[in-house]
């Protein structure tokens, strides 16, 4: 899992390299904020409730008290910066945010990829 982690670290930062030489390009000088890095589908030791105990945090991120997180959206909604509370109820997580019109089966028995816009079936 470790290896999952720091391999989808590296692709994010290889798109944001990307993503930041094309603002350049069309903009020139841009200032980019630090990196915040947000894994949605880990597990790790955390001290929650004077224990150590393994948290599996699956759709929602880690942020503990002060720490950035971020709250991804879903195509087309916007995207939040937010800082962590440090909810010991909710081990310190935030929501990941991001959710779907369709689950994946519903999607494949809803959408005809070969057309450019979805069927009406979406409800």
Known sequence: MEFCVLFALA???LMMQWVQEAMVEVEGSVDF?????KSHNFAAWEEHGGKQVMVHRKGATRTFKGELGLIPGSQGTASYIVRGK???ESFCSCSHGAGR?????QAIRALDLKQKQPLNRIG
């Open 11 to 13: 692709n994010r930062k």
């Open 33 to 37: 904020g630090k990196l915040i890095n």
């Open 86 to 88: 440090g909810n010991s």
């Open 101 to 105: 019109k369709l689950g994946r089966k």
